[in-house]
């Protein structure tokens, strides 16, 4: 009998990785944006929405007297792949005024960009994004909040408010004093099968401060070490492509048709108005023969990832039909 599931990862990968970028500089365009081209992949840059194309002047940051990006280099970056997310309104507590840090924020970067903003990354500590900043994400429209902790998020997170970040930078601080480490928890997302998400800020032949980035040596070298070891098992990913993915797979219900073989219904349940890319990955399970598959009524593409097992890629809205049989039986 043929099995159809949803894949953990997009296009059957066995874990994913993302990069992701605090504060939004505009040096990133030195020596990051040209690594990422060359290497192929999507960043994510988090932006200060009351400080967009200004010279940076929040607190005491190491980062002040360098300008964030302006709308049109936000926008060009959307055009090749990456994507933005909001770092608040002004880098402060959040809690102070969560409707201009939280809503008013996400409103400025949307007007500035042209699409919808529907990641939260925490600015400063997990101090701002406590149980009561995670509560008021859904209705400002976020679909995800992202924080500061050294871990991996595992490939169905039971809290997409409070998603996991690795720091990516010298060292840390007393009283742990951590060196670089350019396979920081490659290991644990491949035996996993999770998503790691890394952070830093502006890397550049020195790092600006070596407690919250790295230098753009060991920012290569970090890159380089996700490309060799991920090989092809790994998916290297827009964070916003995963957090939709995620909620796709936490919304999705295929239903076998009762006395045909092969024959299944999609059904999405409860999925947020704001997730976009309305695509899922497909496995099938006992395919040893010649296989079709047809999604609404339309043939798609299989790959074959080993004995018995195919996987495919489709959008998918509520209803839709997949139908996977031997060719000589559809």
């Not at 400025?108 to 997990?126: D, K, L, R, S, Y």
């Amino acid at each position: 009998m043929l099995k159809l599931s949803i894949a953990t990862w997009k296009y059957g990968k066995r874990w994913a990785h993302s990069m992701t970028y605090d504060e939004a500089l505009a040096d990133l365009s030195r020596l990051v944006i040209p690594l990422h081209q060359e290497l192929g992949m999507p960043g994510h840059v988090e932006v200060v929405a009351g400080q967009i194309g200004e010279v940076r002047n929040c607190g005491g940051s190491s980062f002040n007297g360098m300008r964030h990006m302006n709308a049109g280099e936000l926008r060009a970056l959307l055009e090749i792949g990456w994507g933005v997310g909001c770092h608040s309104w002004s880098h402060g507590r959040v809690m102070d005024d969560p409707e201009r840090e939280l809503q008013g924020a996400k409103e400025t970067i949307e007007a500035a960009i042209g699409q919808p903003i529907t990641a939260f990354v925490a600015p400063g500590t997990n101090d701002n994004l406590t149980e009561e900043v995670q509560a008021r994400l859904p209705g400002c429209g976020y679909l995800a909040g992202f924080g500061i902790t050294d871990d991996i998020n595992r490939s169905d997170p039971e809290n997409l408010m409070l998603l996991n970040r690795v720091a990516v930078h010298e060292r840390y601080r007393a009283p742990f004093f951590s060196a670089f480490d350019a396979h920081k928890r490659i290991r644990q997302a491949q035996l996993a099968g999770g998503w790691l998400v890394d952070y830093c800020h502006c890397p550049l032949e020195q790092a600006v401060d070596e407690y919250k980035d790295c230098t753009a040596a060991h920012h290569r070298e970090r890159l380089k070490a996700i490309v060799t070891e991920g090989g092809s098992e790994c998916w290297h990913a827009n964070p916003d492509e995963v957090v939709d993915y995620l909620w796709m797979k936490r919304c999705a219900r295929i239903t076998p048709d009762r006395g045909r073989d092969g024959h299944f219904r999609v059904a999405l349940e409860s999925l947020p108005a704001q997730v976009r890319t309305r695509e899922l990955s497909f496995e099938v399970e006992g395919a040893e023969e010649d296989i079709g598959i047809m999604v609404d009524g339309g043939a798609v593409r299989a790959v074959r990832m080993g004995a018995g097992r195919l996987c495919f890629a489709a959008l998918v809205s509520n209803g839709t039909e997949i139908v996977v049989a031997r060719r000589r039986e559809r």
